[in-house]
């Protein structure tokens, strides 16, 4: 069973840049594709960003698209979401999660979640 340890949030002030990784246990993490998702109080969780196991397909949220970007290293376990030109909206506790093979939006397709690392932008 993949594990999911999230890292790198923080506070940035607004028009800033932000790196979040996202280290897994186990030896199959090629097979799994990633996301990143995000909850910012009283609100509900939102699709970010994904990628396929190999990489080929991304799939972006419409609030990040050509602000956010995501990677892989899967020599590393590792997956990063790199975020650039941040606003205070994109303050949220953002979350990791992993499911096998197809990249999906959608939060109900994953199965597994890391515990979330709190980014805050301040204006």
């Known amino acids: 069973q993949v594990q999911l340890v999230e890292s790198g949030g923080g506070l940035v002030q607004a028009g800033g840049s932000l790196r979040l990784t996202c280290v897994a246990s186990g030896r199959t993490f090629s097979t799994y594709a990633m996301a990143w998702f995000r909850q910012a109080p009283g609100k509900e969780r939102e699709f970010v960003i994904a990628?396929?196991?190999?990489?080929?397909?991304?799939l972006f949220g419409d609030s990040v698209e050509g602000r956010f970007t995501i990677s892989r290293d899967n020599a590393k376990n590792t997956v990063y979401l790199q975020m650039n030109l941040l606003k205070p909206e994109d303050t949220a506790v953002y979350y990791c999660?992993?499911?096998?093979?197809?990249?999906?939006?959608?939060?109900?397709?994953?199965?597994?979640w890391g515990q979330g690392t709190q980014v805050t932008v301040s204006s």
């Open positions: 990628i396929s196991g190999s990489g080929g397909r991304i």
């Open positions: 999660a992993a499911r096998p093979i197809y990249a999906s939006s959608s939060s109900s397709d994953y199965g597994i």
